[in-house]
């Protein structure tokens, strides 16, 4: 589903024939799973919500952390303590705004990386940056086309109670802390909606690629992954 005309050529891109899609969507919506249907086609996907977690594993984020908010962030066997982090920047951007400031550089520097790595494999069609906050990273500006997965809520807050016994209450209380769905969607080049299983999404995503020349008119079936970062 197109959310808005694309004023340049649909298949000019700034990183040329390879480009960079940012996946975005709702809490729920499924962006993980866009993401395996663009792998199937030839794309190369980095999870940087995967590169936050392992930010949080790197020495120097783990000091800078502990300066920020002492001791108590750090568990006896001298890692971070996620949970005890999220108590304290969930619900207050002040302190979210903190910890962004010391992943946010790493993530970054990653997945330039990744990309650069990804430019040079000869079975590499494009490359998928799987990000949440995209946009609130500031990301968007190395990206070529940035797709929103979305989903109604009522079938967000399904899949979220049966994978991780979320309530419409903490929904409500993720959506709050990042920006608005419908300011992703306003800024996002398409709008996929994975609300009809699997088959339907990979057509979706599918005709996107076509769209962009970036798949053969009549692709196989069940083509093999792409790789993964993060």
Same mark, same amino acid.
């Given at each position: 589903m197109s959310n808005q005309s694309i004023t340049q050529n649909s298949t000019t891109f700034k990183h040329g024939p390879k480009p960079v899609i940012g996946l975005v969507g709702g809490?729920?919506?499924g962006k993980s799973t866009a993401a395996k249907c663009f792998a199937t086609r030839g794309g190369f996907v980095i999870n940087a919500d995967a590169l936050g977690h392992e930010a949080l594993q790197q020495p120097d984020v783990i000091r800078h952390v502990v300066d920020l908010w002492g001791e108590t962030v750090r568990k006896p066997d001298g890692t971070l303590d996620r949970r005890e982090i999220g108590r304290i920047v969930f619900g207050y951007p002040t302190e979210r705004n903190k910890l962004e400031g010391v992943v946010f550089p790493y993530i970054t520097a990653r997945c330039e990386e990744a990309v650069i790595q990804a430019m040079g494999k000869p079975d590499v069609k494009f490359v998928v940056v799987d990000a949440a906050v995209l946009f609130e990273a500031g990301w968007? /500006?190395?990206i070529d086309?940035?797709?929103?997965?979305d989903a109604p809520r009522e079938i967000r807050l399904a899949r979220l109670a049966t994978r991780s016994g979320w309530s419409n209450d903490d929904l409500t209380g993720r959506e709050a802390a990042q920006l608005p769905a419908e300011t992703k969607?306003?800024?996002a080049d398409e709008i996929i909606v994975n609300d009809a299983?699997?088959?339907e999404l990979q057509a979706q995503v599918? /005709?996107?690629?076509?769209?962009w020349k970036l798949l053969d008119v009549e692709p196989q079936p069940t083509p093999t992954g792409g790789a993964v970062v993060g």
């Open positions: 809490i729920g919506a968007e /500006r190395n086309r940035i797709v929103y997965v969607m306003a800024r299983g699997t088959i599918d /005709r996107l690629l076509k769209q």
